[in-house]
Nanobody
Framework: QVQLVESGGGLVQAGGSLRLSCAASGRTFSRYRMGWFRQAPGKEREFVAAISWSGSTSYADSVKGRFTISRDNAKNTVYLQMNSLKAEDTALYYC???????????WGQGTQVTVSS
């Protein structure tokens, strides 16, 4: 079992920044592919960013150049640095882990990000 706990959400003005953190349990965190998804009210959950065990990253087109995903394996933590935030970034942000080399199969409870325009 893997437990994921997100933090760092909040209310920010458009153009501002936030950094989300996700602390993971598990002794082999460094082998996990980690990701962030988000879900806005009335919309489906959507992919935001992912980072592989080797540090390779991928991003949704809507956040490229504004968001950066990173990981600290010594702290079992993955981060999402969000800059130049827009009102449309408002959502519940979820951390997720792929521990078997397949689908993302563990999810946190989410942290709310609200961007005021």
């Amino acid at each position: 079992q893997v437990q994921l706990v997100e933090s760092g959400g909040g209310l920010v003005q458009a153009g501002g920044s936030l950094r989300l953190s996700c602390a993971a349990s598990g002794r082999t965190f460094s082998r996990y592919r980690m990701g962030w998804f988000r879900q806005a009210p009335g919309k489906e959950r959507e992919f935001v960013a992912a980072i592989s065990w080797s540090g390779s990253t991928s991003y949704a087109d809507s956040v490229k150049g504004r968001f950066t995903i990173s990981r600290d394996n010594a702290k079992n933590t993955v981060y999402l640095q969000m800059n130049s935030l827009k009102a449309e970034d408002t959502a519940l942000y979820y951390c997720t882990a792929d521990i078997n080399g397949g689908a993302f199969d563990y999810w946190g409870q989410g942290t709310q990000v609200t961007v005021s325009s």
